[in-house]
């Protein structure tokens, strides 16, 4: 029998409105835990969600930056990412062509 995984308890302050809100939701604790999980599989995998790059993050990203740059996708209006080393002809990847 597996062992039962060691469990926590988070708790948060909610104001009133948010309080409200959740009333008629019947397993708020469920709904929570989804909500976070949710949030934390879409969080940025540079900043981890606080919007904030650090001195070295940001020097990493101004080097990436060179080669790539964000644009928004005409049909949806997603912002993603672009390499812009595939529109370089003397970029050389890997061992093409040479020896």
């Known amino acids: 029998m ?3 995984k060691k469990e926590g308890t988070i708790t948060f302050k909610a ?3 948010l309080t409200e ?3 008629g939701i019947p397993n708020r ?3 929570i ?3 976070i999980l949710a949030a934390l599989d879409s969080t940025c995998p540079l900043c981890r969600g606080t919007g904030i790059l ?3 993050q940001k020097l990493h990203w101004e080097r990436f930056s060179k080669n790539h ?3 928004e996708c005409e049909s949806c209006h997603a912002y993603h990412l672009v390499c812009g080393a595939a529109e370089q002809p ?5 061992a093409q062509g040479g020896a």
């Open 2 to 4: 597996k062992p039962k």
């Open 15 to 17: 104001d009133e409105e």
């Open 21 to 23: 809100a959740m009333a």
């Open 29 to 31: 604790s469920e709904f």
């Open 33 to 35: 835990r989804a909500a």
């Open 54 to 56: 650090t001195p070295t």
């Open 69 to 71: 740059t964000v644009e």
């Open 90 to 94: 003397d970029v050389v990847r890997g």
